[in-house]
C-alpha cells in the first residue's frame, strides 16, 4: 500500500502562515480579507490560483510584484515552520512506501521540509504538481506517484487537508483521509472534506495513522 501526504497543513503546519501573508498583503492592496477568510476560501490553491481569483473580484490585475513579495515573506517564514505534532513519530511507524505530493514548488518544499526537519524522510520521493503537469485538484500528481512506484490506484491511500487535494485524488481512483489537524482549520473543514470524497476525516496525526491501518488492512 502506497502512501501518499499532501504537505502543507498534513506534514507541517504551514497553511497558516501563508494565509497570514496573503491577508496582510491584499489587505494593504484594499482587498479587505482576514487570514481565517483566506483559509477558508483558498487553502489548496497555489498561489497563482490565488492570484487570479482575487485579480478577477478586484476587476484587475494585482501588481506585477505581488508574486515576488508574497513568495519572499513566506518563505521568510517557512524557514522555522514547524512539523504537525506527532509526524514523526507517525512515520517511525509507517511501513510501506510512501511520498509527498503537494501544489507548491520543489524549491519551497525543500525549505520548508528541511526546516521541518522532513525532507531526508521523502526525498526522493517529492512531487511537486505544477512542475509536473496540472496542480490539484486535478489527479496528475497523484497518478504520477503511483506509477513511480509501480502501485495501482486503489492500492493508495491519500492525506489531504483540502478539498482540492481530496477532489484530485478522488479523480486519480485512489482513498483519501482528510485531516483536519493543522493550525488552520476551521469550523465546517471536516464537512468539506467528506464532501470532497473523503473515506474518513481525522483531526489528530494519531488517527491518521489508525486510519491507513484499518483501510489498507480493508483492502
Same mark, same amino acid.
Given at each position: 500500500?502506497l502512501?501518499?501526504?499532501? &504537505?502543507d497543513?498534513v506534514?507541517?503546519?504551514?497553511?497558516?502562515l501563508?494565509?497570514?501573508?496573503?491577508?496582510e498583503?491584499?489587505t494593504?492592496?484594499?482587498f479587505?480579507?482576514?487570514?481565517?477568510? !483566506?483559509?477558508?476560501?483558498?487553502?489548496?490553491?497555489?498561489?497563482a490560483? @490565488?492570484?487570479?481569483?482575487v485579480?478577477?473580484?478586484?476587476g484587475?490585475? @494585482?501588481?506585477?510584484?505581488?508574486?515576488?513579495?508574497?513568495? @519572499?515573506?513566506?518563505?521568510?517564514r517557512?524557514q522555522s515552520?514547524?512539523p504537525?505534532?506527532?509526524?514523526?513519530?507517525?512515520?517511525?511507524?509507517?511501513?510501506?512506501?510512501r &511520498?509527498? &505530493?503537494?501544489n507548491s514548488?520543489?524549491?519551497?518544499l525543500?525549505?520548508?521540509?528541511?526546516?521541518?526537519?522532513l525532507?531526508?524522510r521523502?526525498?526522493?520521493?517529492?512531487?511537486?504538481?505544477p512542475?509536473?503537469?496540472?496542480?490539484?485538484?486535478?489527479?496528475?500528481?497523484?497518478?504520477?506517484?503511483?506509477r513511480v512506484?509501480? !502501485?495501482h490506484?486503489?492500492d493508495?491511500? !491519500?492525506?489531504?487537508?483540502?478539498?482540492?487535494g !481530496?477532489?484530485?485524488?478522488?479523480?486519480?481512483g485512489?482513498?483519501?483521509i482528510?485531516?483536519?489537524?493543522?493550525?488552520?482549520?476551521w469550523?465546517g473543514h471536516?464537512?468539506?472534506l467528506?464532501?470532497?470524497?473523503?473515506?474518513?476525516?481525522v483531526?489528530?496525526?494519531?488517527?491518521?495513522?489508525?486510519?491507513?491501518?484499518?483501510?489498507?488492512?480493508?483492502?
Amino acid at each position: 500500500m502506497l502512501t501518499i501526504f499532501d &504537505c502543507d497543513g498534513v506534514l507541517i503546519d504551514s497553511e497558516i502562515l501563508a494565509a497570514g501573508v496573503h491577508a496582510e498583503l491584499l489587505t494593504g492592496l484594499g482587498f479587505m480579507i482576514s487570514r481565517e477568510e !483566506v483559509i477558508t476560501r483558498f487553502t489548496g490553491l497555489t498561489d497563482a490560483q @490565488l492570484r487570479s481569483v482575487v485579480s478577477q473580484q478586484l476587476g484587475h490585475p @494585482l501588481p506585477e510584484d505581488y508574486r515576488e513579495r508574497s513568495n @519572499l515573506a513566506i518563505d521568510h517564514r517557512l524557514q522555522s515552520v514547524k512539523p504537525i505534532e506527532g509526524v514523526h513519530s507517525l512515520l517511525d511507524r509507517l511501513e510501506g512506501p510512501r &511520498c509527498v &505530493c503537494s501544489n507548491s514548488s520543489t524549491r519551497r518544499l525543500k525549505i520548508s521540509m528541511n526546516a521541518a526537519g522532513l525532507w531526508d524522510r521523502f526525498h526522493p520521493h517529492i512531487f511537486s504538481a505544477p512542475e509536473l503537469g496540472r496542480s490539484k485538484p486535478a489527479p496528475d500528481v497523484f497518478l504520477h506517484a503511483a506509477r513511480v512506484f509501480g !502501485v495501482h490506484p486503489r492500492d493508495t491511500l !491519500v492525506i489531504e487537508d483540502s478539498s482540492h487535494g !481530496v477532489e484530485g485524488g478522488v479523480a486519480a481512483g485512489m482513498r483519501v483521509i482528510g485531516f483536519t489537524g493543522g493550525g488552520h482549520s476551521w469550523p465546517g473543514h471536516a464537512e468539506a472534506l467528506a464532501s470532497a470524497g473523503a473515506v474518513k476525516v481525522v483531526s489528530r496525526i494519531e488517527d491518521v495513522g489508525a486510519a491507513i491501518e484499518e483501510l489498507s488492512s480493508a483492502g
